[in-house]
């Protein structure tokens, strides 16, 4: 896993052409362990510095290792990178989807929880 900062830069470096991708693993909502992955391009984040949302996304990661958190009902999305740093995602586009903010990805997930995939592509 690579850090909050080497992953930011990498957003803004290759933002538009060519873009860069996450995968992200999704859970199913029935209480199986099935898993859906589904690549996004991610279009604009930060490097969370609040000591907060630090807490907050290391508070989560002791129960379920790689889960993204949604704070403040969803409109933030906190991403636990390789360091121990936090990624907050500020756009991201979903295949087949136009561009959203974490607001309305987290209501399109109707319960459903968010894993970090190791995968991270330019192309």
């Not at 909050?4 to 933002?15: E, S």
């Not at 999704?26 to 630090?54: E, H, P, W």
């Not at 807490?55 to 002791?62: D, E, I, K, M, R």
């Not at 561009?99 to 319960?111: D, E, H, I, V």
Request: proline share 6%; charged share 15%; aromatic share 8%.
């Amino acid at each position: 896993k690579q850090s909050a900062v080497t992953l930011h830069n990498k957003i803004r470096a290759f933002t538009g052409w060519p873009g860069t991708f996450g995968t992200f693993l999704i859970s199913s909502s029935d209480g199986s362990n099935a898993q859906q992955q589904q690549q996004m391009k991610i279009l604009q984040s930060r490097v969370a510095r609040d000591a907060a949302d630090t807490q907050l996304v290391q508070a989560s990661q002791t129960a379920t290792p790689g889960r993204v958190v949604f704070a403040a009902n969803g409109s933030r999305m906190l991403m636990p990178c390789g360091d121990g740093s936090v990624l907050e995602i500020l756009s991201l586009q979903p295949p087949t989807k136009k561009a959203m903010p974490p607001q309305a990805f987290y209501n399109g997930l109707r319960g459903k929880a968010v894993y970090v995939s190791q995968t991270w592509t330019v192309s």
